[in-house]
């Protein structure tokens, strides 16, 4: 692939530790990939060198096939981590202030900033200081500010981290809009539901290499076969872990969530359920994406 | 067609062609040289509105702060005070009451006028009927000495032998003069030898080397260089602070997300340096409006010179430090790193403060302050209270503003390359070993 963003070979160490080992994958426009790794993966590292914001020891990233230069990073957006915004500049002149860096006449920044505050619901606050926002505010403000020049793409570090479900929806229903309009949509969570249900596509990588890669449909109906077994008066799926082929894969209130290995018999695993008790949920299951982060970073 | 001819047209068909697909790179490269160059320029556009942006948000950030508004008001007050206070104490003191006693000789107001002309004293005299009436007038403050004849003069408290003022001036000038016109009464003199001692000349001085060129204490020099001080940390704590603000905020990956180092830093000075040089300009413009309101000496001789020189070195060095500061701020997320980072840099600035403290109030510079009138760091202090001294020439002063600007540019050269490594490391002090790793 040459379209979109392609990062390929991508080597980065800090001393002894090695944060990316010949990193490669591709985000492509018009799609929500959502990018995923247990802490210290080498997710804000990537991100961070989209933007050249640290060196790289060796590798290539592209845009639509040329190498990634100052003049695109101009036309992306990016949200970093650690949230990026002067505590005390006023909401309004912030976001049309970092329009401007980004190319924008002070019309058309203005007009911007004010658009994308109240598709953000915080018009209201467009006088206020920064720092006298929630955090969620503060959260919507940094999305405004990446949002704000249109850019071609957008690199967001954790945008869900700490929202409330409204939060959620609100910037989740944000980033699924942009990827319709054909940007290209890169994202870290830990949220992996969220992931879920926002993303078409899932990068995870661990220990700085990829693992995994493909479209949520694909990962979620690869795999072995597994089910999904609610018996009364069982918490923990304890009878299950006996069962030869059998793994427990999740225990959540109630319902166990079970990995059959090739050539299990599921009406053998029934059986097992109903000595212990009246089962009241049995189904074969598509691998939720907690399932699939889960096997692929063990 | 014989074999030679299509021989030659062969040749020439081929030569045609490498002419025409020569002409045609040619054209080629020239185009893209021509883009190039356009695209440069298209670049350079750019990244020229992009410093005036960062400048922009300086200044507007700044001028809606309390904290330009308030230190240029006390400044402003401070400076005018020092100005007008003196003025107010020389006026109130340039007047002089005199009581003589009746019988005394006449003589004595044309001495005390003469004596007190000299001395630039407005002198008021009036007449006692009597010695104890002129004491009397004299505990009642209603005059500021009495004449009772020739041979003495009565204060309410002596004249310290220190005391420098007019008013105590007159009171010793007005007993030598009364001694001598006593003791020419006492000789017999005609009146014309008496005029011709009273107005005799002073003989020449005949020196075998030249003055030691010492001036006197020269206020202007000290209020300069003391605001220049006061100006300069002000200024070179906000960029600390500004630069420290964008790295521990984070805002700063944001901004280099979109912009080069180079041009957030130079924003950040070109901002900060145009606010100084208003700020300054005021404050200059009001010592002059405030000097030339009550004819104080700031304004006489090489004064607005003096003014004018600090003005411009407060520029100069704001420039010069603004990026030493950067870069120290750059390479620390609190105050007190930056503070351990920013002292020994600063040491040379604060050595040239109190040095040229000294020597504009000594009126002599000696030859190491005026070879530091030419280092870069310490330049911004000596240079102007030299102009002060009359101790340096037009080739001199342009030759140490020349010698700031290629120092500056080294300097910042050097900032700037420490502040691209330096900015986006994050999780505690920056170390100098730090700066030769990849970020």
């Known amino acids: 692939m040459t379209g979109g963003l392609v990062l390929s070979g991508l080597r980065r160490r800090f001393g002894d530790l090695v944060a990316l080992r010949d ?57 970093p981590e650690e949230r990026g915004l002067y505590p005390t500049m006023r909401v ?32 209201d606050r467009v006088a206020d200081r920064v720092e006298d926002l929630s955090h969620g505010n503060q959260q919507r403000v940094q999305l405004a500010s990446a949002l704000v020049h249109e850019p071609e793409l957008l690199v967001l570090d954790e945008p869900l981290a700490g929202l409330d479900p409204t939060g959620i929806d609100d910037i989740g ?126 | ?34 883009s190039t160059r356009a695209n440069q320029r298209v670049s350079s556009r750019a990244d020229r509105s992009v410093v005036l942006l960062v400048a922009a948000r300086e200044i507007r950030q700044r001028l809606r702060g309390r904290v330009l508004k308030v230190s240029t008001l006390v400044i402003m007050l401070a400076v005018v005070a020092v100005i007008v206070l003196p003025t107010i104490h020389s006026h109130t003191s340039s007047r002089v009451r005199l009581a003589v006693v009746t019988g005394a000789p006449a003589s004595v107001d044309a001495l005390a006028a003469r004596t007190a002309t000299a001395l630039g004293l407005r002198l008021r005299v009036s007449s006692v009927p009597s010695s104890s009436a002129g004491r009397a007038a004299l505990t009642a403050n209603r005059v500021d000495l009495v004449v009772t004849d020739h041979s003495n003069v009565v204060v309410a408290r002596a004249p310290s032998p220190t005391d420098t003022s007019p008013s105590a001036q007159f009171v010793r000038d007005l007993a030598n003069e009364l001694g001598t016109a006593r003791a020419v009464a006492a000789a017999g003199l005609s009146p014309a030898q008496a005029d011709a001692l009273a107005h005799a000349a002073p003989v020449t001085i005949t020196a075998l080397s030249g003055s030691s060129r010492r001036h006197l204490v020269d206020p202007t020099s000290i209020i300069g260089i003391i605001l220049t001080f006061v100006l300069l940390s002000q200024y070179d704590q906000w960029i600390l602070t500004g630069v420290m603000e964008e790295k521990s905020s984070r805002v700063i990956e944001v901004l280099l997300a979109a912009v080069k180092p180079l041009q957030l830093i130079a924003g950040k000075v070109l901002g900060i340096g145009a606010v100084a040089l208003a700020q300054g300009t005021l404050i200059v413009t009001t010592a002059l409006v405030a000097a030339s309101a009550v004819g104080s000496p700031i304004l006489h001789g090489t004064a607005p010179w003096v003014l004018a020189s600090s003005l411009l070195w407060l520029v100069l ?46 009126g002599s510079a000696s030859l190491l302050f005026k070879i530091l009138a030419y280092f870069p760091p310490t330049a911004l202090f000596a240079m102007p209270t030299l102009v002060g001294l009359h ?30 490594r330096a900015i986006l490391r994050t999780g505690g002090r920056v170390r100098w070993r730090d700066l030769t790793r990849p970020r």
Not at chain 2, 2 to 23: F, G, K, P, Q
Not at chain 2, 330 to 345: G, I, K, N, T, Y
């Open chain 1, 23 to 79: 990193l490669t994958f591709d985000v492509a426009g018009g799609v929500v990939t959502g990018f995923l790794g247990p802490n210290g993966a080498g997710k804000t590292t990537t991100m961070r060198a989209i933007f050249g914001l640290t060196d790289l020891d060796g590798g290539t990233i592209t845009w639509d096939g040329r190498p990634v230069d100052e003049s695109m990073r101009r036309r992306f957006g990016y949200m």
């Open chain 1, 173 to 298: 229903a944000v980033l699924v809009e942009q990827a319709r309009h054909g940007r290209g949509v890169l994202f870290s969570s830990h949220q992996l539901d969220q992931v879920e249900d926002l993303c078409e596509q899932v990068v995870i990588i661990d220990h700085g290499q990829l693992v995994v890669r493909g479209t949520v449909d694909e990962l979620a109906s690869a795999g072995p076969p597994r089910l999904r077994v609610r018996v009364e008066g069982d918490r923990d799926g304890s009878w299950a872990e006996s069962l030869s082929g059998v793994t427990v894969s999740e225990v959540r209130g109630g319902e166990v969530r079970l990995v059959l290995d090739p050539g299990v018999d599921s009406s053998a695993v029934l059986a097992a359920a109903a000595h212990v008790g009246r089962v009241t949920e049995f189904s074969l299951q598509r691998r939720r994406m907690s399932e699939v982060f889960r096997e692929a970073v063990r």
């Open chain 2, 1 to 34: 067609m014989t074999r030679a001819l299509a021989i030659r047209l062969v040749i020439a068909a081929l030569v045609l062609v490498a002419v025409i697909r020569r002409a045609w790179r040619r054209r080629q490269r020239a185009g893209q040289r021509v």
């Open chain 2, 317 to 362: 060095g704001y420039v010069f430090y603004s990026w030493v500061f950067a870069a120290a701020g750059s390479m620390a997320e609190r105050m007190d790193q930056a503070q351990s980072l920013v002292f020994p840099l600063t040491v040379p600035l604060i050595a040239a403060y109190v040095y040229a403290l000294s020597t504009a109030s000594s």
């Open chain 1, 92 to 123: 309004g002149d912030q976001v049309e202030y970092l329009g401007r860096l980004h190319g924008l006449s002070a019309l058309d920044a203005r007009r911007s900033a004010q658009r994308w505050l109240e598709r953000l619901g915080i018009a």
């Open chain 2, 391 to 420: 101790a340096v020439g037009v080739g001199g002063f342009v030759a140490s503003v020349v010698i700031d600007l290629v120092g500056t540019y080294l300097i910042a050269r050097v900032a700037a390359a420490v502040y691209r």
